[in-house]
């Protein structure tokens, strides 16, 4: 059953979800995100630090690094006295990301002293997949231990129409499915990066299409075996149907997202 964030504290919010995994099973948290939307990431920060507070010491995951980043990471993380320094020496020069959103998280992971994660596929390894499958990019034990090479055909085709409305069906069909793959191949390296670290605690920090329940990398998390909440900072109109919780937040001004793909094209 959704639950939603309207009328109930934070913690109990959490506790209460249907799918709270036994005392016995690592809890595994996934909060999700719209890129672009200060509230929701100032809401998700205020999350985790009350969880924290109450006395839950997790490992942190987050999307907004790559796997292979992870000695770096570890590196500014120990040499580091606050996230400013943990970016500088980390983040590319050039990102899409946008950083001042993240460092509340790399702070209070310097300050409670807790792990922090680089989950996500990189940027080129993701191009490769879209180009020559999975197998391009990754490791054969890992497509074997998630059946990639038989993906249901359901999770495909949900994936595919998200790639399709993410760019306003403007992008050409040839390319539709090879882009929901490097999409799924992006929630399975998180996935298996929560997996190896999930014994004490683990949460995710990445945006709501990759926290989603239905298809996104709670999917694998449960072929792991685990049992993974989900939450979604969604804005309004926003189907809350792939989270075990949603909470929703004002809309963030934006251009128009579609713009970029009916502009016409300079000549010459």
């Known amino acids: 059953m959704l639950r939603t964030a309207i009328a109930l504290p934070l913690l109990a919010l959490l506790s209460a979800c249907s799918h709270t995994p036994a ?21 998700r920060a205020a999350l985790l630090r009350e969880r924290i507070d109450a006395g ?61 994660l680089a989950a996500n596929l990189s940027r080129s390894d993701a191009s490769k997949i879209v180009k020559g499958g999975f197998a391009a990019a990754l490791p054969a034990e890992l497509i074997a231990r998630y059946q990639l090479d038989t993906l249901p055909a359901p999770l495909l085709a949900a994936q595919a129409t998200e790639v399709r409305d993410s760019h306003c069906g403007m992008l050409p069909e040839a390319m539709v499915e090879p882009m929901a ?13 929560m997996r190896t670290h999930a014994t004490d605690g683990i949460v995710l920090i990445a945006g709501n299409g990759h926290v989603r329940g239905d298809i996104g990398v709670p999917f694998w998390l449960r072929r792991d075996g685990l049992a993974p909440q989900a939450v979604g900072f969604l804005e309004p109109g926003t189907d809350a149907a792939g989270f075990d919780i949603a909470r929703r937040i004002p ?18």
């Open 23 to 43: 005392a016995s099973s690592p809890h595994v948290l996934l909060l999700g995100e719209v890129h672009d939307n200060a509230i929701g990431h100032a809401e």
């Open 181 to 193: 793959k490097a999409q799924i191949a992006r929630d399975v390296m998180m996935a298996d990066t």
């Open 56 to 116: 839950w010491r997790p490992v942190i995951a987050m999307e907004q690094f790559d796997t292979g980043q992870q000695a770096a990471l570890d590196a500014a993380m120990r040499d580091c006295a606050d996230a400013d320094c943990v970016v500088a020496k980390v983040a590319p020069a050039k990102s899409s990301w946008t950083w001042d959103y993240y460092k509340p998280v790399v702070a209070l992971a310097l300050d409670r002293e807790l792990p922090l």
């Open 251 to 268: 809309p963030a001004e934006r251009p128009d997202p579609c713009a970029q793909f009916k502009a016409p094209k300079p000549v010459g």
